[in-house]
Nanobody, 126 residues
Framework: QVQLVESGGGLVQAGGSLRLSCAASGVTYGAYNIGWFRHDHPGEDRLFVA?????????YYSDSVKGRFSISRDNAKNTVYLTMNSLEPGDTAVYYC??????????????????WGQGTQVTVSS
């Protein structure tokens, strides 16, 4: 059974940093693309934030986080990280990691992701 577990969220002041982790079990992490998404309000779709291909040769970012966030992976530890710098109040959301088992090109649409973590809250105060 595939499980993804996020950690590292919390409350931080604007301009601060956080590092989110996404640890996987029940799957060989290194074979799949991983994405981070945010969910701002119930009833709304999850929004793509950042992603990384299975072999880490390419990373992807939404325009709103480009230059501030960095995604990386350690396949030996079955963990993907999202380092969030220069945080802004607008970054406040629940952040989820997700795994796409299709082995296709990287995709930013959350509908294509098969497994999701439980989410971790990030709150940025002004």
């Amino acid at each position: 059974q595939v499980q993804l577990v996020e950690s590292g969220g919390g409350l931080v002041q604007a301009g601060g940093s956080l590092r989110l982790s996404c640890a996987a079990s029940g799957v060989t992490y290194g074979a799949y693309n991983i994405g981070w998404f945010r969910h701002d309000h119930p009833g709304e779709d999850r929004l793509f934030v950042a992603g990384i291909r299975w072999n880490a040769d390419n990373t992807y970012y939404s325009d709103s986080v480009k230059g501030r966030f960095s995604i990386s992976r350690d396949n030996a530890k079955n963990t993907v990280y999202l380092t969030m710098n220069s945080l802004e109040p607008g970054d406040t959301a629940v952040y989820y990691c997700a795994l796409d088992k299709s082995l296709l090109m990287f995709r930013t649409d959350p509908a294509f992701y098969d497994y999701w973590g439980q989410g971790t809250q990030v709150t940025v105060s002004s």
